[in-house]
């Protein structure tokens, strides 16, 4: 069973900063793209940031040049560094890793999510 669990979230004031962890456990033989979505109140779920196994990053255009992803495979953990925060990112944020597991193939698994709070 693959469990992804994450922490980080909270109340921050805008132009704070804030760093969301998802660290991947079960029995997993390796991690493909990891990513970081969120879902603000009435709106459908969007991709914020996923980064590939290699390092390679994408961004979603209204947080490049403020948010920063980034991986420690060792630890099949993926980090959001949320700088300069607006009270727009308020939202449910999502982390999703494209976990395999030996004998059982490659498959999507979504954390239980996280609150960001920015406040004006």
């Known amino acids: 069973q693959v469990e992804l669990v994450e922490s980080g979230g909270g109340l921050v004031q805008a132009g704070g900063s804030l760093r969301l962890s998802c660290a991947t456990s079960?029995?997993?033989?390796?991690?493909?793209?990891m990513g970081w979505y969120r879902q603000a109140p009435g709106k459908q779920r969007e991709l914020v940031a996923r980064?590939?196994?290699?390092?390679?990053?994408h961004y979603a255009d209204s947080v490049k040049g403020r948010f920063t992803i980034s991986r420690d495979n060792a630890k099949n953990t993926v980090y959001l560094q949320m700088n300069s925060v607006k009270p727009e990112d308020t939202a449910v944020y999502y982390c999703?890793?494209?976990?395999?597991?030996?004998?059982?193939?490659?498959?999507?698994?979504w954390g239980q999510g996280t609150q960001v709070t920015v406040s004006s």
């Open positions: 999703k890793t494209d976990a395999c597991s030996s004998g059982y193939g490659c498959f999507y698994y």
């Open positions: 980064i590939t196994s290699d390092g390679s990053a």
């Open positions: 079960g029995r997993i033989s390796s991690t493909n793209t």
